[in-house]
Protein backbone atom coordinates (compact mmCIF):
# COMPACT_ATOMS: atom_id res chain seq x y z
CA UNK A 1 0.00 0.00 0.00
CA UNK A 2 3.31 2.37 -0.02
CA UNK A 3 2.35 2.81 -3.57
CA UNK A 4 -1.32 3.95 -3.06
CA UNK A 5 -1.41 7.32 -4.02
CA UNK A 6 0.14 6.35 -7.31
CA UNK A 7 -2.31 3.04 -8.07
CA UNK A 8 -5.34 5.00 -7.28
CA UNK A 9 -3.63 7.10 -10.42
CA UNK A 10 -2.95 4.89 -13.00
CA UNK A 11 -5.95 2.80 -11.70
CA UNK A 12 -8.55 6.14 -11.83
CA UNK A 13 -10.24 4.31 -15.02
CA UNK A 14 -10.93 0.77 -13.70
CA UNK A 15 -12.65 3.12 -10.34
CA UNK A 16 -15.09 4.95 -12.89
CA UNK A 17 -15.60 1.80 -14.22
CA UNK A 18 -16.31 -0.50 -11.32
CA UNK A 19 -16.64 2.06 -8.60
CA UNK A 20 -13.43 -0.16 -7.01
CA UNK A 21 -9.90 0.34 -7.76
CA UNK A 22 -9.01 -3.47 -7.37
CA UNK A 23 -11.59 -5.00 -9.54
CA UNK A 24 -9.49 -6.34 -12.69
CA UNK A 25 -7.03 -7.64 -9.63
CA UNK A 26 -7.07 -11.24 -8.83
CA UNK A 27 -5.75 -13.53 -5.82
CA UNK A 28 -3.46 -16.26 -6.20
CA UNK A 29 -4.16 -20.07 -4.87
CA UNK A 30 -0.68 -22.35 -5.03
CA UNK A 31 0.00 -26.09 -4.58
CA UNK A 32 3.21 -27.32 -2.77
CA UNK A 33 4.49 -30.70 -2.10
CA UNK A 34 2.29 -32.81 -4.60
CA UNK A 35 4.92 -35.12 -5.25
CA UNK A 36 5.35 -35.53 -1.47
CA UNK A 37 1.49 -35.78 -1.37
CA UNK A 38 1.54 -38.67 -3.45
CA UNK A 39 4.46 -40.01 -2.37
CA UNK A 40 2.61 -40.49 1.64
CA UNK A 41 -1.06 -41.23 0.21
CA UNK A 42 -0.45 -43.48 -2.56
CA UNK A 43 3.29 -44.92 -1.87
CA UNK A 44 4.75 -43.44 -5.14
CA UNK A 45 5.94 -40.14 -6.45
CA UNK A 46 4.24 -37.60 -8.85
CA UNK A 47 6.06 -39.27 -11.58
CA UNK A 48 3.39 -42.29 -11.19
CA UNK A 49 0.74 -40.49 -10.87
CA UNK A 50 0.35 -37.63 -12.53
CA UNK A 51 -3.15 -38.63 -13.53
CA UNK A 52 -4.07 -37.78 -9.89
CA UNK A 53 -2.03 -34.70 -9.62
CA UNK A 54 -3.98 -33.23 -12.36
CA UNK A 55 -7.22 -34.43 -11.04
CA UNK A 56 -6.51 -32.61 -8.13
CA UNK A 57 -5.66 -29.00 -10.12
CA UNK A 58 -9.02 -29.35 -11.92
CA UNK A 59 -10.70 -29.87 -8.51
CA UNK A 60 -9.27 -26.38 -7.28
CA UNK A 61 -9.61 -24.67 -10.65
CA UNK A 62 -13.20 -25.94 -10.02
CA UNK A 63 -13.77 -24.71 -6.59
CA UNK A 64 -12.14 -21.35 -7.40
CA UNK A 65 -14.81 -20.87 -9.88
CA UNK A 66 -17.12 -21.19 -6.97
CA UNK A 67 -15.35 -19.12 -5.11
CA UNK A 68 -15.51 -16.28 -8.18
CA UNK A 69 -19.26 -16.16 -8.44
CA UNK A 70 -19.68 -16.17 -4.54
CA UNK A 71 -17.31 -12.99 -3.74
CA UNK A 72 -17.08 -11.53 -7.23
CA UNK A 73 -13.57 -11.52 -6.99
CA UNK A 74 -11.39 -12.93 -9.43
CA UNK A 75 -8.89 -16.05 -8.37
CA UNK A 76 -5.86 -17.92 -10.55
CA UNK A 77 -4.43 -21.11 -9.56
CA UNK A 78 -0.29 -20.39 -10.11
CA UNK A 79 2.51 -22.85 -9.13
CA UNK A 80 3.92 -20.31 -7.01
CA UNK A 81 7.55 -20.29 -7.02
CA UNK A 82 7.32 -20.85 -2.80
CA UNK A 83 11.00 -21.22 -2.46
CA UNK A 84 11.41 -20.57 0.90
CA UNK A 85 7.54 -21.82 1.85
CA UNK A 86 8.69 -25.50 0.24
CA UNK A 87 11.22 -25.67 3.36
CA UNK A 88 9.46 -23.97 5.97
CA UNK A 89 6.37 -26.06 5.76
CA UNK A 90 8.32 -29.35 5.61
CA UNK A 91 10.12 -27.79 8.90
CA UNK A 92 6.47 -27.52 10.35
CA UNK A 93 5.42 -31.10 9.22
CA UNK A 94 8.44 -32.32 10.79
CA UNK A 95 7.95 -30.81 14.33
CA UNK A 96 4.22 -31.87 13.98
CA UNK A 97 4.33 -35.23 12.82
CA UNK A 98 7.59 -36.69 13.80
CA UNK A 99 7.16 -40.75 13.13
CA UNK A 100 6.04 -39.94 9.42
CA UNK A 101 9.50 -39.97 7.39
CA UNK A 102 9.54 -36.56 5.68
CA UNK A 103 11.70 -35.05 3.18
CA UNK A 104 13.88 -31.39 3.96
CA UNK A 105 11.92 -29.62 1.79
CA UNK A 106 8.68 -30.07 -0.38
CA UNK A 107 8.74 -29.69 -4.38
CA UNK A 108 7.61 -26.92 -5.74
CA UNK A 109 3.97 -27.37 -7.10
CA UNK A 110 3.42 -30.30 -8.95
CA UNK A 111 6.90 -30.11 -10.25
CA UNK A 112 9.09 -33.53 -10.64
CA UNK A 113 11.44 -34.41 -7.72
CA UNK A 114 14.96 -32.49 -8.46
CA UNK A 115 16.59 -35.80 -8.46
CA UNK A 116 13.93 -37.84 -10.81
CA UNK A 117 15.71 -37.93 -14.27
CA UNK A 118 18.55 -36.30 -15.98
CA UNK A 119 16.56 -36.60 -19.08
CA UNK A 120 15.09 -32.90 -20.41
CA UNK A 121 12.70 -34.17 -22.89
CA UNK A 122 11.64 -37.05 -20.44
CA UNK A 123 10.69 -34.11 -17.99
CA UNK A 124 9.23 -31.80 -20.39
CA UNK A 125 6.92 -34.96 -21.38
CA UNK A 126 5.68 -35.35 -17.99
CA UNK A 127 5.24 -31.74 -17.08
CA UNK A 128 3.56 -31.16 -20.40
CA UNK A 129 -0.34 -31.82 -19.15
CA UNK A 130 0.52 -30.80 -15.65
CA UNK A 131 1.69 -26.49 -16.44
CA UNK A 132 -1.35 -26.23 -18.84
CA UNK A 133 -3.65 -26.93 -16.09
CA UNK A 134 -2.75 -24.39 -14.22
CA UNK A 135 -4.60 -20.72 -14.96
CA UNK A 136 -1.55 -18.03 -13.42
CA UNK A 137 2.32 -18.10 -13.63
CA UNK A 138 3.98 -21.09 -14.00
CA UNK A 139 7.55 -22.10 -15.23
CA UNK A 140 9.98 -25.40 -16.26
CA UNK A 141 12.95 -25.20 -15.57
CA UNK A 142 15.96 -26.65 -17.45
CA UNK A 143 18.79 -26.66 -15.30
CA UNK A 144 21.86 -27.45 -17.92
CA UNK A 145 24.67 -27.55 -15.09
CA UNK A 146 27.30 -25.64 -17.47
CA UNK A 147 26.29 -22.53 -19.67
CA UNK A 148 25.81 -23.29 -23.64
CA UNK A 149 28.55 -23.55 -25.81
CA UNK A 150 26.73 -20.83 -28.48
CA UNK A 151 23.27 -18.83 -28.93
CA UNK A 152 22.94 -21.08 -31.82
CA UNK A 153 22.75 -23.68 -29.26
CA UNK A 154 20.45 -21.88 -26.86
CA UNK A 155 18.10 -21.09 -30.12
CA UNK A 156 17.83 -24.65 -31.11
CA UNK A 157 17.15 -25.70 -27.61
CA UNK A 158 13.97 -23.40 -26.85
CA UNK A 159 12.99 -23.76 -30.70
CA UNK A 160 12.60 -27.65 -30.07
CA UNK A 161 10.59 -27.28 -26.90
CA UNK A 162 8.31 -24.59 -27.87
CA UNK A 163 7.75 -26.04 -31.41
CA UNK A 164 7.05 -29.72 -29.58
CA UNK A 165 5.42 -28.58 -25.90
CA UNK A 166 2.68 -26.41 -24.84
CA UNK A 167 4.26 -25.66 -21.46
CA UNK A 168 3.91 -21.81 -21.37
CA UNK A 169 7.18 -20.79 -19.95
CA UNK A 170 10.79 -22.08 -19.57
CA UNK A 171 13.87 -21.14 -18.13
CA UNK A 172 17.38 -22.27 -19.54
CA UNK A 173 19.58 -22.23 -16.06
CA UNK A 174 23.17 -22.67 -16.71
CA UNK A 175 25.19 -23.31 -13.51
CA UNK A 176 28.19 -20.85 -12.78
CA UNK A 177 30.63 -19.83 -10.19
CA UNK A 178 32.57 -16.33 -9.89
CA UNK A 179 35.80 -16.29 -8.35
CA UNK A 180 37.28 -12.87 -7.23
CA UNK A 181 40.71 -12.97 -8.96
CA UNK A 182 39.57 -14.75 -12.02
CA UNK A 183 36.04 -13.64 -12.84
CA UNK A 184 33.32 -16.08 -14.35
CA UNK A 185 33.38 -20.02 -14.14
CA UNK A 186 31.73 -22.14 -16.25
CA UNK A 187 30.05 -24.95 -14.30
CA UNK A 188 30.38 -25.43 -10.16
CA UNK A 189 33.06 -25.02 -8.63
CA UNK A 190 33.35 -24.20 -4.81
CA UNK A 191 37.10 -23.60 -5.14
CA UNK A 192 39.03 -21.75 -8.34
CA UNK A 193 40.53 -24.22 -10.09
CA UNK A 194 43.09 -21.52 -11.23
CA UNK A 195 44.00 -20.38 -7.72
CA UNK A 196 42.33 -22.95 -5.49
CA UNK A 197 40.78 -19.98 -3.76
CA UNK A 198 37.08 -19.67 -2.68
CA UNK A 199 34.62 -19.00 -5.47
CA UNK A 200 30.68 -18.19 -5.09
CA UNK A 201 28.61 -20.55 -6.78
CA UNK A 202 25.63 -19.02 -8.86
CA UNK A 203 22.11 -20.88 -9.80
CA UNK A 204 18.61 -19.52 -10.24
CA UNK A 205 15.96 -19.19 -7.42
CA UNK A 206 12.97 -16.85 -7.65
CA UNK A 207 14.03 -15.96 -10.73
CA UNK A 208 17.43 -14.35 -10.21
CA UNK A 209 20.86 -16.07 -9.92
CA UNK A 210 21.86 -16.14 -6.15
CA UNK A 211 25.11 -17.44 -4.83
CA UNK A 212 23.68 -20.75 -3.17
CA UNK A 213 26.17 -19.54 0.04
CA UNK A 214 23.03 -17.67 0.56
CA UNK A 215 19.92 -20.42 -0.08
CA UNK A 216 18.23 -21.82 3.18
CA UNK A 217 18.79 -25.16 4.37
CA UNK A 218 16.28 -26.96 2.21
CA UNK A 219 17.15 -25.37 -1.21
CA UNK A 220 21.05 -25.76 -0.46
CA UNK A 221 19.98 -29.72 0.01
CA UNK A 222 17.67 -29.30 -3.05
CA UNK A 223 21.26 -27.94 -5.00
CA UNK A 224 22.99 -31.05 -4.33
CA UNK A 225 20.24 -33.17 -4.69
CA UNK A 226 19.97 -32.12 -8.67
CA UNK A 227 20.17 -34.15 -11.60
CA UNK A 228 21.80 -31.59 -14.35
CA UNK A 229 18.94 -32.49 -17.62
CA UNK A 230 20.90 -33.58 -20.68
CA UNK A 231 19.86 -30.56 -23.96
CA UNK A 232 20.95 -32.51 -27.23
CA UNK A 233 22.66 -35.67 -27.50
CA UNK A 234 25.20 -34.26 -30.56
CA UNK A 235 24.96 -30.53 -29.05
CA UNK A 236 28.13 -28.80 -29.48
CA UNK A 237 30.91 -29.52 -26.43
CA UNK A 238 32.92 -26.49 -25.44
CA UNK A 239 35.73 -28.86 -25.11
CA UNK A 240 39.12 -27.06 -26.44
CA UNK A 241 41.57 -30.09 -28.09
CA UNK A 242 44.61 -29.04 -29.58
CA UNK A 243 46.34 -32.18 -30.61
CA UNK A 244 44.46 -35.90 -31.60
CA UNK A 245 46.67 -39.23 -32.02
CA UNK A 246 44.74 -42.23 -33.43
CA UNK A 247 47.52 -45.31 -32.05
CA UNK A 248 49.25 -44.84 -28.70
CA UNK A 249 50.29 -48.45 -27.32
CA UNK A 250 51.86 -47.24 -24.29
CA UNK A 251 49.76 -44.42 -22.58
CA UNK A 252 46.33 -46.46 -20.97
CA UNK A 253 47.64 -49.03 -18.88
CA UNK A 254 45.83 -52.38 -19.21
CA UNK A 255 44.93 -51.56 -22.93
CA UNK A 256 47.53 -52.52 -25.13
CA UNK A 257 46.49 -49.61 -27.79
CA UNK A 258 44.50 -46.55 -27.57
CA UNK A 259 44.16 -43.20 -28.70
CA UNK A 260 45.21 -39.81 -27.03
CA UNK A 261 43.69 -36.37 -27.11
CA UNK A 262 45.62 -33.29 -25.65
CA UNK A 263 43.51 -30.55 -24.11
CA UNK A 264 44.85 -27.06 -24.59
CA UNK A 265 45.55 -25.06 -21.48
CA UNK A 266 46.73 -25.46 -18.34
CA UNK A 267 46.40 -23.27 -14.96
CA UNK A 268 50.37 -24.97 -14.55
CA UNK A 269 53.12 -23.77 -16.04
CA UNK A 270 56.08 -26.24 -15.98
CA UNK A 271 59.11 -25.48 -17.33
CA UNK A 272 60.06 -29.09 -18.22
CA UNK A 273 56.87 -29.52 -20.12
CA UNK A 274 56.80 -30.49 -23.58
CA UNK A 275 53.81 -29.11 -24.63
CA UNK A 276 53.77 -25.42 -24.94
CA UNK A 277 51.98 -24.71 -27.58
CA UNK A 278 48.94 -26.62 -25.95
CA UNK A 279 49.70 -24.60 -22.63
CA UNK A 280 49.32 -21.37 -24.41
CA UNK A 281 46.30 -22.05 -26.63
CA UNK A 282 47.95 -22.01 -29.68
CA UNK A 283 46.73 -24.94 -32.13
CA UNK A 284 43.49 -24.57 -34.03
CA UNK A 285 40.57 -26.23 -31.98
CA UNK A 286 39.43 -29.80 -33.10
CA UNK A 287 35.83 -31.27 -33.07
CA UNK A 288 35.43 -32.94 -30.12
CA UNK A 289 32.57 -35.01 -31.73
CA UNK A 290 34.79 -36.09 -34.90
CA UNK A 291 37.26 -37.47 -32.34
CA UNK A 292 34.75 -39.72 -30.27
CA UNK A 293 33.36 -40.75 -33.85
CA UNK A 294 36.69 -42.04 -34.77
CA UNK A 295 37.56 -43.90 -31.13
CA UNK A 296 34.32 -45.31 -31.11
CA UNK A 297 34.74 -46.52 -35.19
CA UNK A 298 38.06 -48.65 -33.65
CA UNK A 299 38.27 -51.86 -32.24
CA UNK A 300 40.21 -50.82 -28.84
CA UNK A 301 37.38 -48.04 -28.41
CA UNK A 302 39.73 -46.64 -25.63
CA UNK A 303 40.72 -42.93 -24.95
CA UNK A 304 43.36 -41.02 -23.35
CA UNK A 305 42.70 -37.88 -22.20
CA UNK A 306 45.83 -35.56 -21.33
CA UNK A 307 46.84 -31.91 -21.59
CA UNK A 308 47.19 -29.27 -20.97
CA UNK A 309 45.20 -29.51 -17.77
CA UNK A 310 41.87 -31.20 -18.78
CA UNK A 311 39.80 -30.26 -15.51
CA UNK A 312 39.46 -26.58 -15.83
CA UNK A 313 38.04 -27.11 -19.31
CA UNK A 314 33.97 -26.94 -18.90
CA UNK A 315 33.03 -29.06 -22.09
CA UNK A 316 34.82 -31.88 -19.98
CA UNK A 317 31.98 -33.54 -18.24
CA UNK A 318 30.03 -33.37 -21.44
CA UNK A 319 32.74 -34.72 -23.17
CA UNK A 320 32.97 -37.46 -21.17
CA UNK A 321 29.23 -38.50 -21.19
CA UNK A 322 29.24 -38.75 -24.49
CA UNK A 323 32.08 -41.46 -24.22
CA UNK A 324 30.20 -42.89 -22.35
CA UNK A 325 27.23 -43.37 -24.15
CA UNK A 326 29.58 -44.39 -27.17
CA UNK A 327 30.70 -47.16 -24.80
CA UNK A 328 34.70 -45.62 -25.13
CA UNK A 329 36.99 -46.49 -22.00
CA UNK A 330 38.85 -43.58 -20.70
CA UNK A 331 41.77 -42.42 -18.99
CA UNK A 332 42.00 -39.12 -17.00
CA UNK A 333 45.57 -37.40 -16.64
CA UNK A 334 45.05 -34.43 -14.48
CA UNK A 335 47.47 -32.58 -12.11
CA UNK A 336 45.08 -32.75 -9.29
CA UNK A 337 44.57 -29.02 -8.95
CA UNK A 338 40.34 -29.32 -9.76
CA UNK A 339 39.53 -31.79 -6.73
CA UNK A 340 35.75 -30.63 -7.83
CA UNK A 341 35.57 -31.74 -10.75
CA UNK A 342 37.15 -35.32 -10.33
CA UNK A 343 34.57 -35.99 -7.44
CA UNK A 344 31.82 -35.56 -10.26
CA UNK A 345 33.59 -37.55 -12.49
CA UNK A 346 33.80 -40.25 -9.99
CA UNK A 347 30.25 -39.70 -9.01
CA UNK A 348 29.14 -40.29 -12.68
CA UNK A 349 31.54 -43.57 -13.64
CA UNK A 350 32.88 -41.51 -16.18
CA UNK A 351 36.11 -42.85 -15.99
CA UNK A 352 38.10 -46.48 -16.29
CA UNK A 353 41.62 -44.99 -15.28
CA UNK A 354 43.17 -42.02 -13.63
CA UNK A 355 46.84 -40.91 -13.48
CA UNK A 356 47.92 -37.71 -11.11
CA UNK A 357 50.91 -35.81 -11.76
CA UNK A 358 52.35 -35.01 -8.37
CA UNK A 359 55.15 -32.55 -9.72
CA UNK A 360 56.79 -32.04 -5.81
CA UNK A 361 56.49 -31.16 -2.44
CA UNK A 362 53.25 -29.50 -2.51
CA UNK A 363 55.42 -26.25 -0.66
CA UNK A 364 57.45 -26.11 -3.76
CA UNK A 365 54.53 -25.76 -6.45
CA UNK A 366 55.72 -22.15 -7.41
CA UNK A 367 59.21 -22.89 -7.68
CA UNK A 368 58.94 -25.99 -10.05
CA UNK A 369 55.65 -25.60 -11.54
CA UNK A 370 55.88 -22.59 -12.24
CA UNK A 371 52.48 -21.50 -10.20
CA UNK A 372 51.31 -22.14 -6.76
CA UNK A 373 48.75 -24.50 -6.02
CA UNK A 374 47.37 -24.55 -2.41
CA UNK A 375 48.62 -27.74 -0.92
CA UNK A 376 45.01 -28.94 0.34
CA UNK A 377 43.63 -29.09 -3.14
CA UNK A 378 46.14 -31.79 -3.97
CA UNK A 379 45.66 -33.66 -0.61
CA UNK A 380 42.08 -33.64 -1.26
CA UNK A 381 42.66 -34.79 -4.98
CA UNK A 382 44.98 -37.59 -3.76
CA UNK A 383 42.11 -39.06 -1.28
CA UNK A 384 39.31 -38.53 -3.90
CA UNK A 385 41.27 -40.55 -6.39
CA UNK A 386 42.41 -43.24 -3.65
CA UNK A 387 38.71 -43.78 -2.57
CA UNK A 388 37.03 -44.04 -6.14
CA UNK A 389 37.40 -47.83 -6.63
CA UNK A 390 38.84 -46.47 -10.18
CA UNK A 391 42.21 -48.27 -10.69
CA UNK A 392 44.65 -45.45 -10.94
CA UNK A 393 48.43 -44.33 -10.33
CA UNK A 394 50.47 -41.29 -8.98
CA UNK A 395 53.40 -39.80 -11.44
CA UNK A 396 56.33 -37.77 -10.66
CA UNK A 397 59.01 -36.46 -13.32
CA UNK A 398 62.19 -36.67 -12.05
CA UNK A 399 64.20 -33.31 -12.98
CA UNK A 400 67.71 -33.42 -12.10
CA UNK A 401 68.88 -29.96 -9.66
CA UNK A 402 64.82 -29.17 -9.50
CA UNK A 403 62.82 -32.34 -8.39
CA UNK A 404 64.71 -34.97 -6.43
CA UNK A 405 64.68 -37.54 -3.95
CA UNK A 406 63.32 -35.32 -0.77
CA UNK A 407 60.59 -34.27 -3.15
CA UNK A 408 59.89 -37.73 -3.93
CA UNK A 409 59.60 -38.52 -0.27
CA UNK A 410 57.30 -36.13 0.55
CA UNK A 411 55.23 -37.50 -2.27
CA UNK A 412 55.29 -40.77 -0.71
CA UNK A 413 54.13 -39.80 2.06
CA UNK A 414 51.06 -38.17 0.90
CA UNK A 415 50.12 -40.88 -1.70
CA UNK A 416 51.36 -43.84 0.63
CA UNK A 417 53.34 -45.64 -1.50
CA UNK A 418 56.16 -44.56 -4.20
CA UNK A 419 54.70 -42.67 -7.49
CA UNK A 420 55.72 -43.87 -10.90
CA UNK A 421 58.93 -42.51 -11.51
CA UNK A 422 59.41 -40.55 -14.84
CA UNK A 423 62.46 -39.91 -16.15
CA UNK A 424 63.13 -36.23 -17.85
CA UNK A 425 63.94 -35.73 -21.15
CA UNK A 426 64.68 -32.42 -22.66
CA UNK A 427 63.43 -31.19 -25.91
CA UNK A 428 63.15 -27.85 -28.01
CA UNK A 429 59.23 -27.67 -27.53
CA UNK A 430 59.93 -27.00 -23.42
CA UNK A 431 58.37 -24.36 -22.17
CA UNK A 432 61.42 -22.51 -20.28
CA UNK A 433 64.32 -22.63 -22.70
CA UNK A 434 67.11 -23.77 -20.08
CA UNK A 435 65.45 -27.10 -19.79
CA UNK A 436 65.56 -27.23 -23.77
CA UNK A 437 69.60 -28.28 -22.95
CA UNK A 438 69.14 -29.22 -19.26
CA UNK A 439 71.51 -31.81 -18.14
CA UNK A 440 69.50 -35.52 -17.91
CA UNK A 441 70.04 -38.70 -15.66
CA UNK A 442 72.25 -41.13 -17.10
CA UNK A 443 70.09 -44.32 -17.23
CA UNK A 444 71.99 -45.32 -14.32
CA UNK A 445 71.31 -42.71 -12.39
CA UNK A 446 67.94 -42.65 -12.78
CA UNK A 447 67.78 -46.37 -11.34
CA UNK A 448 69.44 -45.30 -8.65
CA UNK A 449 67.05 -42.93 -7.61
CA UNK A 450 63.91 -45.15 -8.43
CA UNK A 451 65.78 -47.74 -6.34
CA UNK A 452 66.37 -45.23 -3.23
CA UNK A 453 63.07 -43.81 -3.80
CA UNK A 454 61.54 -47.37 -3.20
CA UNK A 455 63.10 -47.77 0.06
CA UNK A 456 63.11 -44.23 1.56
CA UNK A 457 60.83 -43.81 4.79
CA UNK A 458 58.44 -41.92 4.48
CA UNK A 459 58.00 -38.29 6.37
CA UNK A 460 55.47 -37.13 8.61
CA UNK A 461 52.79 -35.43 6.07
CA UNK A 462 53.90 -31.84 5.63
CA UNK A 463 50.89 -30.02 3.51
CA UNK A 464 49.42 -27.22 5.22
CA UNK A 465 46.27 -25.34 3.91
Known amino acids: MELYPYTRFYLKSVYQRAKSYWANHFSTIGVIGMNEACSILLGRGIYQNKDFAGSVLQYIKDELQEIQLETKHLYNLEAT?????????????????????????????????VDSTDDLFEALNHQESLQTEYTGGTVFHAFLGERLSSWTQARDLVRAITTTYRIPYVTLTPTFSIC??????????????????????????????????????????????????????????????????????????????????????????????????????????????????????TEHRSLVICGGEPTIQSGLMPFLRRAKERGISVK????????????????????????????????????????????????????IIKKSGVKHEFRTTVVPGLVDIEDIAVIKGLIGDTPKLQRFRSSETCIDAKFRTHQEHSEEEFEEIVKTARSCKRPNDRLRA
Open 180 to 297: RTHGYLAGEHFECPQCGEKALVYSRIVGYSRPVSDWNAGKKVEFSMRKIYTAIKNEPIDFQIGGFTKTTYTDFPGKPVASILFTKGCNLKCGWCHNSDLVNEKPEDLDPHAILDYVAS
Open 332 to 383: LDSNGSNPNVLQKVFDENLVDFVAMDVKADPERYAEVAGKPLRPKLLKKSIE
Open 81 to 113: PAESTCYKLAKIDHELFPSVKLPEFYTNSTMLP
